[in-house]
């Protein structure tokens, strides 16, 4: 066959798969000859030193030749069956758990010359090999090298070694994708043969062009995605919003601050956007505290006055909130805002729902479930989704589509991450990037202290709180169990009781919403000074008065999670610390770590580092993203080959070219789907 539908066969089609050993690789999420040529092998065994018995080494796998002198089957139940062996220099003994005297016989004909190949143990004062799975009388197809794979029980490395290579015998040529330009980057090397070389035991852990290539496919085959989703967006033509800054300058005056030099770009590029026939599908990132909310704010008046309605969903509804008294507090008087939360009364609601149709409020606000419900507007002409980084493409696309089509989008999120990551996650979306910080911010100070120093963590906290300071206290995430978690965090909040009385909240998972946002609540009117918390703080509420937040067991969290914890405080213009908290003396990679929170608060800085330290599959909540599906591809480590997927996207955008070319790696690296629901 010579087209790729042959990979997308199911594995019980390849010659010597049965029904016990496809339920095998299906219990490995191995379903497809696809599936197959992806289990990469890791390791090697290497069985191409033949020795004499006399030089056996116990616990190695090793190869000998050997005359098959006699067989022992005892035909007792539990007793293994023995074949006795021998070379010149010595005796050994084959032992067969399981096998029957037939089968024996005919791998192991007496008097026969053989290879046998295996791990060698010394039982009873006698070399034997027990199950040896390599026996064959020509020692050639033995003294090999052999890729190690993934096995399980009943699977072994020379079955798992024969499928393979049926498999590979039997690739299909497939109609090349990648053009000439590219091709030769890579010195020409099909699909299929760099699939051959990815199995070669002589390629385990070596680079070349063959691992490029087959990197790039898949860089490649998500970047056409985005850009098709980005095209497609493109091609809606929307009416114009027609808008020009008196509404600015009315709630800039308000707000009493300049902005900075990547907030001002930022509202440029949006406004651009606005003003523009082309909807707009644009994410705005940045930082922690660096702040997007007034940006977006800024968009919205504009928006207003341009004669449409904005709809701004939040993660929380404290957040949703927040937005909503900032809102009233520097929007003009005759805009209308309305709230709506899952605790909007009945009434209110009804109401709400009958001023957005009749086009009395301006500006909605809620948490993201407004995005699930069935509200009318009169005219929606821009939706704002704030703190989000787990909607993925197709999410974000129904957002984009939900709204209608004069309806711009802007999404914003507070990860920062590389560029080479940005490209793979929000590909589809144009993108706008707040990196400088507002210019009063005091750095946050960052310490790092022993758990048996507690007692002078609790002196300063007291210290701070005596000057109406508001403290996070971060219990230790011990393990991905929540319940372990939640005793921790009710250790330290006893204890923390007994010393502040009642000024000490707990936040923690078994909480329902309603209880989690009195919490909040009381932590944010400053009912209590403390509020003891498992990781998850909410993201984005402005705390004012907290300043300080102290993190136990930091080296449990990633560098990028501690810096959005730290986040948490600094958003004032107050003296800040953050104090990272440690069991024992810490190790050199913890050390790092710490240093690097202190040499810098720059977000995109830290993600590129704790890439570099930890990989970027633990990077804050990108499991479920798009990075998900490469199986070679790593954003720090093929940089290179990422930018120049970009390049060579954006040639095939310029020239627009038809994406028909592609589809066969399209189809294979499952994004086909996303293609289906979007052409
Ligand atoms: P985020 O980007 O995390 O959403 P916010 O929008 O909540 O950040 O802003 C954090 C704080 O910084 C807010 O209190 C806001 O008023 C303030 N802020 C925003 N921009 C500026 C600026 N240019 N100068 C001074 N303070 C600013
Ligand atoms: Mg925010």
Redesign the pocket.
């Known amino acids: 066959m010579n087209t790729y539908e042959y990979l997308l066969n199911d594995i019980n089609t390849i010659k010597g798969i049965g029904p016990k050993l496809s339920k095998l690789f299906r219990k490995k999420n191995i379903n497809t000859i696809f599936d197959l040529i992806w289990s990469i092998p890791r390791d090697t065994t290497d069985r191409t030193n033949l020795v004499k018995i006399n030089e056996l080494q116990i616990g190695k796998i090793q190869t000998i030749t050997v005359d098959v002198i006699k067989y022992n089957f005892p035909r007792i139940r539990n007793l293994p069956n023995k074949v006795f062996c021998e070379d010149e220099t010595g005796k050994i003994e084959c032992v067969f758990f399981n096998s029957f005297e037939g089968y024996i016989k005919k791998i192991l004909p007496i008097n026969s010359r053989v290879t046998i190949s295996g791990k060698i143990s010394y039982y009873n004062k006698k070399y034997q090999i027990t199950n040896p799975s390599y026996i064959s009388e020509k020692s050639d197809s033995i003294k090999k090298v052999f890729s190690k794979y993934s096995l399980t029980e009943g699977l072994t490395e020379k079955k798992y070694n024969i499928i393979i290579n049926e498999v590979l015998n039997s690739l299909p040529d497939l109609n090349e994708w990648l053009s000439n330009d590219i091709l030769k980057k890579f010195n020409y090397i099909s699909w299929k043969k760099s699939i051959i070389e990815l199995h070669n035991p002589y390629n385990i852990n070596k680079k070349g062009n063959f691992l490029n290539r087959l990197i790039f496919d898949e860089i490649i085959s998500n970047f056409l995605i985005n850009s098709k989703i980005r095209r497609g967006i493109k091609k809606i033509k929307k009416i114009k919003k027609n808008f020009d800054n008196k509404e600015y300058l009315k709630i800039k005056k308000k ?1 009493g ?4 030099s990547d ?1 001002n770009t930022a509202v440029e590029q949006i406004n651009k956007d606005l003003k523009s026939n082309q909807k707009m599908f644009r994410l705005l990132q ?11 704010l800024i968009a919205s008046a504009n928006v207003i006055s341009s004669g449409f309605q904005v709809c701004l969903m939040a993660p929380t509804e404290i957040l949703a909130k927040q937005h909503y008294t ?1 809102t009233k507090k520097l929007f003009d008087a005759h805009i209308n805002i309305g709230l709506l939360t899952s605790k909007t009364e009945r009434n209110e609601r009804n109401n709400i729902l009958k001023n957005l149709i009749n086009n009395k409020i301006n500006i909605l606000i809620g948490t993201h479930s407004l995005f699930q419900e069935k509200i009318k507007y009169n005219k929606l002409g821009l939706i704002i989704i ?2 989000q980084h787990k909607f993925g493409v197709k999410q974000r696309k129904k957002l984009s589509d939900k709204g209608g089509k004069n309806c711009d989008v802007l999404v ?1 999120s ?1 990860t920062p991450i590389p560029r080479t990551m940005l490209m793979t996650i929000y590909g589809d979306m144009d993108t706008s990037i ?1 990196k400088n910080k ?4 005091k750095e946050i100070k960052t310490y790092s202290k022993l758990d048996s120093k507690t007692d002078e963590v609790v002196k300063f906290v007291k210290k701070q709180i005596d000057e109406k300071n508001q403290v996070f206290w971060v219990c230790p995430l011990i393990e991905e169990s929540k319940k372990v978690d939640h005793q921790s965090s009710v250790k330290r909040y006893e204890f923390l009781k007994k010393i502040f009385k009642n000024r000490v909240g707990l936040l923690h998972g078994a909480l329902d919403k309603e209880e989690k946002n009195n919490i909040l609540l009381n932590f944010l009117n400053k009912k209590i000074d403390i509020l003891v918390s498992t990781t998850v703080i909410e993201v ?1 509420i ?1 705390f ?1 008065s907290a300043n300080i937040i102290i993190i136990e067991n930091a080296n449990k969290f990633g560098l990028s999670q501690l810096h959005q914890l730290r ?1 948490r405080v600094g ?2 213009d107050k003296e800040s610390y953050c104090i990272l908290m440690f069991k024992s003396n810490l190790s050199q990679n913890a050390k790092k770590r710490i240093n690097i929170l202190k040499k810098t608060t720059d977000g995109f800085k830290i993600s590129e580092e704790d890439m570099k330290l930890r990989g970027y599959g633990d990077l804050l909540g990108f499991k479920q993203s798009g990075l998900q599906s490469f199986r070679l591809a790593d954003p720090v480590l093929n940089e290179d080959l990422f930018l120049l997927a970009e390049k060579e996207v954006k040639k095939i955008e310029l020239e627009n070219q038809d994406l028909n070319k592609y589809m066969t790696l399209l189809k294979l690296y499952d994004r086909a789907d996303i293609l289906n629901d979007i052409v």
């Open positions: 707000f601050f300049e902005l900075t907030q940045g930082d922690v505290g660096s702040g997007k909310t007034i940006v977006a900032l704030d703190e914003m507070a707040i507002p210019r009063n911010r984005g402005d004012p986040g958003r004032g």
